[in-house]
């Protein structure tokens, strides 16, 4: 079952009809991408001096109250040398995923990439002492996947005046606007001057952040790179798109720039413990669904310390990633279609097409499509041959008659070719 929920923080810049700015037309048309949850939290991978820690793998350091002198000695340990960023980024390639976006810090304040303002980084406190992001963005430069950066703004559990330890520190004695102004804006600059292109900026769990201050992050990554979106987790009803709830699906169509992250499993760092992966067909269903009410799908992985992508998200996304190849002309570039709120079917669409998502493949092969019109012919996108398929009105309804097995167990695509497109 798809899990609905209507609670998406539209923003200024996202208001319904205004999905207007042309910066953001690649990633209207991207539809899917990659997100990775990788730091420190990866060696506890949820179990604490022999003690499961219940809840997402990410948060151990909080949810088990560990101590900043305890947590950082991780890093000691961090040595993820079966990281490969050429695999990476081909795996998002070979899944259909146009985007990557990759915590560059968490809430525990581990900074995975080179950073002047702190040695608690990923160079400098690891055996490791390498930058996975700048290997990163040298492959997806390669590849033709865009990079984007998630990044902690509010929550910063390692320093002493961030947002969230106050099991270490006196929340009252924090000077929260000084580590915004000198700390998070050095390290925002850092991240969008050092690696190239980034498609965007990630910024999560807003919380205490003032509005002037989310704005005048937004306008720092504006300034550093005109074309950088910013999610709107960076507070405040900001940002150029905006973010559903952690694996939250509309119930009906949305317009305005809108994104669902999501997990394979119910982790986003990785968890030794948690192996409740969603099926590859729940997956696509999500990826459809959310698609056909205009949104995208931001696919969590979260890979063990050694750098390596649990085979279970592996195997998953290479099975989207076939279905996609067949029937990526009903998800890249589309907008929501016609047929919304029926259980059976999704519809996507673009000028002089509308693709038929059947989930349900009707007893017989005969579909009963209402709200469509104007309809000249109908096949299977998976037919390369485009046979065509009987089509008749009845009442108001149209009929398609097709195959009485489901083409595809998972989604079967019957494309519908409306005026002149034939
Ligand atoms: C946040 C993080 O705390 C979490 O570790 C992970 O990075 C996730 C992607 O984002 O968690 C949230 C943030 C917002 C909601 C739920 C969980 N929300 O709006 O429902």
């Not at 609670?7 to 319904?16: T, Y």
């Not at 982790?267 to 590859?280: F, P, R």
């Not at 990826?287 to 279970?312: C, F, H, M, W």
């Not at 195997?315 to 029937?327: F, I």
Request: aromatic fraction near 10%; charge should be negative; include cysteine.
């Amino acid at each position: 079952m798809i899990q609905r929920d209507d609670s998406i923080a539209l923003g200024r810049g996202q208001r319904p009809g205004a999905r207007q700015d042309p910066r953001l037309d690649w990633w209207r048309d991207a539809k899917f991408g990659l997100f990775i949850h990788w730091g420190l939290y990866a060696i506890p991978a949820g179990v604490w001096k022999g003690t499961p820690i219940p809840g997402i793998g990410e948060w151990i350091m909080r949810f088990a109250r560990i101590p900043v002198a305890e947590y950082e000695k991780l890093a000691e340990q961090f040595n993820p040398v079966a990281f490969n960023a050429a695999e990476w980024v081909s795996l998002a390639r070979r899944a259909g995923q146009k985007y990557i976006v990759i915590t560059s810090k968490h809430h525990d304040g581990f900074c995975m990439f080179q950073t002047a303002q702190t040695r608690y980084n990923i160079v400098d406190a690891t055996p490791f002492g390498r930058d996975p992001l700048k290997e990163l963005a040298a492959e997806c430069q390669k590849q033709g996947i865009k990079l984007g950066f998630y990044y902690s703004q509010t929550q910063d559990w390692h320093h002493p005046d961030g947002h969230g330890n106050d099991w270490d520190f006196d929340e009252t004695k924090k000077d929260f606007d000084g580590y915004i102004e000198h700390y998070v804006k050095a390290q925002v600059r850092e991240l969008l001057t050092n690696y190239g292109p980034i498609c965007l900026i990630w910024f999560d769990t807003p919380m205490i952040i003032r509005p002037e201050q989310s704005a005048s992050l937004v306008e720092l990554c504006h300034t550093l790179q005109p074309d950088c979106l910013v999610c709107g987790r960076v507070g405040n009803e900001l940002g150029d798109y905006a973010s559903a709830g952690d694996n939250k699906i509309p119930r009906t169509a949305v317009d305005a720039d809108w994104e669902t992250p999501a997990t394979i499993n119910d982790t986003w760092g990785y968890k030794q413990d948690d192996h409740n992966w969603k099926s590859t067909s729940d997956l696509l269903h999500k990826l459809v669904d959310i698609v056909s009410k205009g949104g995208n799908y931001l696919l969590n992985v979260g890979p063990t310390a050694e750098g390596i992508i649990p085979q279970p998200s592996v195997e998953r996304l290479l099975a989207m990633g076939e279905w996609l190849a067949v029937n990526g002309e009903a998800i890249y570039g589309t907008r929501p279609g016609p047929i919304q709120g029926v259980e059976w079917c999704r519809s996507t669409a673009r000028p002089g097409k509308l693709y038929v998502h059947v989930f349900d493949w009707p007893r017989g092969g005969e579909l009963r499509l209402s709200g469509v019109n104007g309809v000249t012919g109908a096949y299977l996108l998976s037919d390369p041959a485009r046979t065509p398929l009987r089509v008749a009105q009845s009442g108001a309804d149209l009929l398609v008659f097709g195959p009485t097995q489901a083409p595809d167990p998972i989604d079967s695509v019957v494309v519908l070719t409306r005026g002149s497109a034939a």
